[in-house]
């Protein structure tokens, strides 16, 4: 084989969170266990699997000498539902918005803080499928399709279970008794 593979990581996270409106009934249907009280929003945050590409090095004869690059893109979707309880534009609202955007704010900022980790879990699965195809590039070109479809979903899930789940789990730490008192504070009329 050539020269030295690159690795290429990149999640988009480029929109802000929908919001959609679900019952309030609905809605208590998702409160953590553990906690007490009205649920009155909770975010779903999911990184999914955008593209996966490998690129390959030529001989003049056409045969792949070298997996020169391997690109990993994931996409991160924020939506936040909110109770069908709280009139928009109360102060209440406003309230349960901004500590929804705290949720999603860690999870953005943790997001940006796993490239080389990433890249790494990509390296450590790309070397892992060469070693099935024991380095056999004209057969990995060959089988490209189903190959780079393998990799990313092993690698994506690596991702996923590795570093996107404990962000997440650092974002509902802000989920507690103590920071929903001031929301339900605000937001009693509307709950039960």
């Not at 879990?121 to 057969?139: F, G, H, N, P, V």
């Not at 070109?141 to 899930?157: F, H, N, V």
């Not at 404990?166 to 103590?178: H, M, Q």
Request: glycine share 6%; hydrophobic share 35%; charged share 30%.
């Amino acid at each position: 084989m050539g020269g030295k593979t690159k690795y290429k990581f990149e999640i988009d996270i480029g929109r802000t969170p929908e919001v959609k409106v679900i019952t309030h009934a609905e809605m208590q249907g998702h409160i953590q266990t553990g906690l007490t009280g009205t649920l009155m929003e909770y975010v779903d945050a999911k990184l999914l699997l955008d593209t996966a590409a490998f690129e390959f090095g030529f001989d003049r004869k056409d045969n792949p000498t070298e997996l020169s690059a391997v690109e990993l893109n994931l996409k991160y979707r924020a939506t936040i539902f909110m109770s069908d309880r709280i009139p928009k534009g109360s102060r209440c609202w406003k309230a349960v918005m901004e500590h929804a955007t705290e949720h999603h704010d860690i999870n953005v900022k943790g997001l940006k803080g796993i490239q080389s980790k990433a890249e790494a879990i990509l390296q450590k699965c790309t070397e892992s499928m060469l070693k099935d195809y024991r380095s056999d590039l004209a057969r990995l070109k060959r089988e490209e399709t189903a190959a780079i479809r393998a990799l990313a979903k092993e690698a994506s899930g690596k991702i996923q279970d590795d570093l996107f789940v404990p962000i997440l789990r650092k974002s509902v730490a802000i989920d507690t008794d103590a920071s929903y008192r001031p929301l339900e504070a605000l937001c009693r009329q509307y709950g039960e």
